[in-house]
């Protein structure tokens, strides 16, 4: 079984910053990819960024040039830096993963940005 824990969220003011971190955990055997996504109540999850294993990294079109995404293989962690917060990017958010080929989520992290 493997197990996502998400960390990192909390209340910043607009223009702040923040960093997640999502770290996987248990039978490991290969993690292809992570992502991460978000949601806000009365809304569908949605797609922010996703990394591969061997590194190739994609944005949601709202959070470019201003969140970046990174893993540390060795420690199957990825992490998650926002930059230049806006009250919009206020949400939880999902850590995703393939792992093993299966998909598994984590439990989420709050962010709230005050304007």
């Known amino acids: 079984q493997v197990r996502l824990v998400e960390s990192g969220g909390g209340l910043v003011q607009a223009g702040g910053s923040l960093r997640l971190s999502c770290a996987a955990s248990?039978?490991?055997?290969?993690?292809?990819?992570m992502a991460w996504y978000r949601q806000t109540p009365g809304k569908g999850r949605e797609w922010v960024a996703t990394?591969?294993?061997?590194?190739?990294?994609h944005y949601a079109d709202s959070v470019k040039d201003r969140f970046t995404i990174s893993s540390d293989n060795a420690k199957n962690t990825m992490y998650l830096q926002m930059n230049s917060l806006k009250p919009e990017d206020t949400a939880v958010y999902y850590c995703?993963?393939?792992?093993?080929?299966?998909?598994?989520w984590g439990q989420g992290t709050l962010v709230t940005v005050s304007s």
């Open positions: 995703n993963a393939n792992v093993n080929s299966l998909g598994v």
């Open positions: 248990g039978s490991i055997i290969r993690i292809n990819s």
């Open positions: 990394i591969t294993y061997v590194g190739s990294t």
